[in-house]
């Protein structure tokens, strides 16, 4: 299992520290650091079948000051894909790739019933 976060992020932070009490082996990917690529998003963009818009994140600095909000809906998915790899700040973290589903933030309960 992939596990992408920033490290800063007060909820990778809880992620992670879940993560470790429930002994769930992962391999830890700094965002920033290692962006996700474009065939990566696009790969777990698919496999999550979420609409693109929930890989933002949306309550970042760079995504308010990119004025995303107001420009997603006229970008293409390819458009949008690019920019999210372009700058691992833009993704909604943590986000983790299993072998059938991608998470995207962290919520417990979902988080449970995929990892137990």
């Known amino acids: ?8 992020c007060s909820t990778c932070k809880k992620a992670r520290s879940w993560l470790d009490a429930n002994g769930v ?8 650091e290692e ?16 609409p693109l818009k929930k890989f933002f994140n949306t309550s970042g600095l760079l995504y308010k000051s990119m004025n995303l909000k107001e420009k997603l809906p006229a970008m293409t998915e390819e458009e949008q894909l ?12 943590p986000l983790v790739v299993l072998e059938d589903q ?3 933030g962290f919520r417990e309960a979902q988080w449970l019933e995929a990892l137990k």
Do not use: C
Request: charged share 20%; no cysteine; proline share 6%.
């Open 1 to 8: 299992m992939l596990f992408l976060e920033y490290p800063p």
């Open 25 to 32: 082996a992962y391999t830890a990917r700094h965002i920033k």
């Open 35 to 50: 962006n996700p690529t474009y065939e990566e998003l696009k790969q777990w963009h698919q496999q999550s079948g979420l």
């Open 82 to 93: 690019r920019l999210l790899a372009s700058d691992g700040m833009l993704v909604k973290r």
């Open 102 to 104: 991608v998470l995207l």
